[in-house]
């Protein structure tokens, strides 16, 4: 019996140094899930996944970044329904507890596939908070805030990629935007929205397509830092030479999950590792 309890203390013990050595910096991790998206956001215990990538290889990503006790995520972004982005949170509602669902109207036949006839099941009973997003919502989420900044309630458009939620995050001076998989027109488009100015970090549009980010809306951005989420090798030739040379041209530092694996920003709303 004691050797029990010594061991449960043990245990115990060990579980509350995991606690206290939780890194108190906000850390943006663009996971490593190949042709896709899966950016985790998380500060302390609190953590904001936008999108989920093209299969269940996110589940790993959070396994190694996540506290290994912490089963919630407070937020999840999917910014639209193309399975590049969509298969991912399938699996991610399976294996964690999501209290807040950001989504455009799963409804909407436009966004209709296999991926979100599940979703949709399993969030009618799951007791999710289902936010629906306009260009005036604002999400707080411990000391994290989200401004999205697309789509309006009104917009219309032929392609899903256009229809992706635009969020932009502000922690302290620090300031990141991600763009989704939107296109050059909504790219020009969100470039006069107020609450978009300078940003130290963006999560580069369409995985680096020619067709993503435009030079009026990286005029506006300046980024210090531009992370593009890109398989290896991919049948796409993402990313695009000119987006690179674009990013090139205000002097941002480009860093790609093709080359480098999972990329991990650090900031403590001041300084940026």
């Given at each position: 019996?004691?050797?029990?309890?010594?061991?449960?203390?043990?245990?115990?013990?060990?579980?509350?140094?995991?606690?206290?050595s939780i890194?108190?910096?906000?850390?943006?991790?663009?996971?490593?899930?190949?042709?896709?998206?899966?950016?985790?956001?998380?500060?302390?215990?609190?953590?904001?996944?936008?999108?989920?990538?093209?299969?269940?290889?996110?589940?790993?990503?959070?396994?190694?970044?996540?506290?290994?006790?912490?089963?919630?995520?407070?937020?999840?972004?999917?910014?639209?329904?193309?399975?590049?982005?969509?298969?991912?949170?399938?699996?991610?509602?399976?294996?964690?507890?999501?209290?807040?669902?950001?989504?455009?109207?799963?409804?909407?036949?436009?966004?209709?596939?296999?991926?979100?006839?599940?979703?949709?099941?399993?969030?009618?009973?799951?007791?999710?908070?289902?936010?629906?997003?306009?260009?005036?919502?604002?999400?707080?989420?411990?000391?994290?805030?989200?401004?999205?900044?697309?789509?309006?309630?009104?917009?219309?458009?032929?392609?899903?990629?256009?229809?992706?939620?635009?969020?932009?995050?502000?922690?302290?001076?620090?300031?990141?935007?991600?763009?989704?998989?939107?296109?050059?027109?909504?790219?020009?488009?969100?470039?006069?929205?107020?609450?978009?100015?300078?940003?130290?970090?963006?999560?580069?549009?369409?995985?680096?397509?020619?067709?993503?980010l435009s030079?009026?809306?990286?005029?506006?951005?300046?980024?210090?830092?531009?992370?593009?989420?890109?398989?290896?090798?991919?049948?796409y030739g993402?990313?695009?030479?000119?987006?690179?040379?674009?990013?090139?041209?205000?002097?941002?530092?480009?860093?790609?999950?093709?080359?480098?694996?999972?990329?991990?920003?650090?900031?403590?709303?001041?300084?940026?590792?």
């Amino acid at each position: 019996m004691q050797k029990i309890i010594m061991f449960l203390f043990l245990i115990a013990i060990s579980i509350w140094i995991s606690v206290f050595s939780i890194d108190n910096k906000l850390q943006i991790i663009a996971c490593d899930v190949g042709q896709g998206d899966a950016i985790l956001i998380q500060k302390n215990t609190r953590q904001i996944l936008i999108d989920g990538g093209p299969d269940g290889n996110v589940l790993y990503c959070l396994g190694k970044y996540m506290p290994f006790f912490d089963r919630t995520i407070e937020l999840v972004i999917l910014t639209h329904s193309d399975k590049d982005h969509v298969a991912g949170v399938v699996d991610v509602f399976k294996n964690y507890k999501i209290e807040n669902f950001l989504t455009n109207d799963l409804d909407n036949p436009k966004f209709s596939n296999q991926y979100v006839e599940v979703l949709k099941n399993m969030v009618g009973g799951g007791g999710v908070q289902i936010i629906h997003p306009t260009i005036n919502t604002q999400i707080r989420v411990g000391m994290m805030y989200l401004d999205i900044v697309h789509p309006t309630e009104d917009f219309v458009a032929n392609k899903t990629n256009d229809y992706s939620i635009v969020a932009v995050l502000n922690y302290l001076n620090f300031k990141a935007i991600f763009v989704g998989d939107v296109e050059n027109k909504v790219s020009d488009n969100i470039s006069s929205n107020r609450k978009i100015g300078k940003v130290n970090y963006i999560k580069v549009n369409h995985h680096g397509s020619k067709n993503g980010l435009s030079e009026k809306l990286l005029k506006v951005l300046e980024p210090k830092i531009a992370v593009i989420s890109v398989g290896k090798n991919n049948r796409y030739g993402h990313p695009h030479d000119e987006i690179l040379q674009m990013l090139k041209t205000v002097n941002a530092k480009i860093l790609r999950t093709d080359q480098v694996g999972d990329v991990i920003v650090t900031t403590d709303g001041e300084k940026i590792w």
